[in-house]
């Protein structure tokens, strides 16, 4: 067991619909990771928070949002889902800002399908 | 920008044989690559790391990498294959205050 929480496993949603992921790092981590894996495009890094600061940003759409909440938990907001948004959604977190040698702790994921 | 590439989708060894999941990096300034493994159903997890000294770098499960400058590789590799080391593997790397960027994954499958 990592230490990283994620909440729902799996969601079925429909196209144009919201849905919100969340995220719970292992006790003390300060930096979430959210990762992006689709059997096209691999494993895709999103964005960064650390201590509740945008850290880093990837391929992350405008219609995906994310947060990190006082408490050090994330949430990932998906809108106006498209059939190609279906895929694993990885949280990870660590201990510090992301340093070069700094190990990541990933979560379980949430399965995201949209039909 | 920096990227790692593995070129092989799936590897393939008998139980009890050596096993390599290869790796390349391309990377401005020093590298810092990392393994890790993803079982089915699961997050990924933490198998090792280069930072720097020593090029033949151990970590979990009996797995150790081969850290090669002049060939830019980072080669994961374990003597003696179990059934049980069946799993997606993905090499990472990550330069300076930057995000850590993974490869493809290979899969490797380990036969009785």
């Known amino acids: 067991d990592s230490g990283v929480t994620q909440t729902p496993k799996h969601l079925i949603t429909a196209t144009g619909q919201r849905v919100t992921l969340r995220c719970s790092p292992r006790?003390?981590?300060?930096?979430v990771y959210w990762y992006q894996q689709s059997l096209d495009q691999g494993l895709q890094f999103l964005i960064q928070?650390?201590?509740?600061?945008?850290?880093a940003k990837g391929n992350i759409l405008e219609r995906f949002s994310a947060q990190q909440f006082p408490d050090l938990h994330s949430e990932l907001n998906l809108s106006s889902l498209e059939l190609g948004d279906s895929a694993l959604y990885f949280c990870a977190s660590s201990a510090g800002q992301g340093a070069t040698n700094e190990k990541l702790f990933f979560g379980s994921g949430t399965q995201l399908s949209v039909l | 920008a920096q990227s790692v590439a593995q070129p092989e989708d799936q590897v393939n060894v008998a139980e009890g044989n050596p096993l390599t999941v290869k790796c390349t990096y391309s990377?401005?300034?020093?590298?810092?690559l990392f393994w890790y493994v993803q079982y089915p159903n699961r997050g990924l997890q933490f198998l090792l790391k280069y930072i720097t000294g020593d090029n033949l770098v151990k970590g979990s499960y009996g797995f150790e990498a081969e850290f090669n400058k002049s060939q830019t590789s980072f080669h994961l590799k374990k003597p003696s294959a179990l059934v049980s080391d069946s799993a997606l593997y993905f090499c990472?790397?990550?330069?300076?205050?930057?995000?850590?960027?993974f490869g493809t994954g290979t899969r490797l499958l380990v036969s009785p």
């Open positions: 990377v401005s300034g020093n590298p810092y």
């Open positions: 990472a790397v990550r330069a300076g205050f930057q995000k850590l960027v």
């Open positions: 928070y650390y201590n509740g600061e945008e850290r």
């Open positions: 006790s003390g981590d300060l930096s």
